[in-house]
């Protein structure tokens, strides 16, 4: 219970830190009388400044509120992990091959890419509207990549995954307020 307690404050203060980080992006962070300490912001009180410093007319630049996208499940020994996929098998041996990693990259990041979805669903629970499109890297960092409208916070997040299939492996998540569209085409469309 007592690691709970711990989590949820470290949540708190990385929201509250995130919230802060926002309202310096607004406001600019050297304008003496506009200043948030952020020793004295609450949360509730940060979410209040960044409200109160947007212009009229303009929307605020929300955060995603990670604490409500966090699976609760504790982070997987990578090393000892027990992967779906042979190390040798046909599968890991290709994406190897064509990521340019080794075996037990590949492997890995097989297993992250195939229980992304589960990360991404509860992110869009939050993005709604501001949503534009996502993409997972491969290589040697996976990361997912949320791509949305410019009015929400850039962030990034080490979701830990709670599906049988990739349970307690990391999948990290970073949310780019850049609005790109994918490249991907629509099923049937041709590439030309």
Known sequence: MTNNKK????AKR???MMAIASIWALTGCNNAADSVDATDQTPEAA????DSSTPKGESAVGTIDWSLVDSGEK?????NYQYPFAIDSQNVRDYADYFKVDAATAQHNLTISMASNEALSKALDQLSETYVSHEVTDGNEMTLIIHTTPD???SRY?????????KGLILPIEIKPDGKKSDAKAHGEMVE
């Open 14 to 16: 990385l929201i509250s």
């Open 158 to 166: 080490d979701y830990v995954l709670s599906d049988d299939f990739a």
């Open 152 to 154: 929400v916070a850039a």
């Open 7 to 10: 989590d949820n404050s470290m």
């Open 47 to 50: 979410a209040t400044a960044a």
């Open 75 to 79: 982070p997987a020994d990578p090393t």
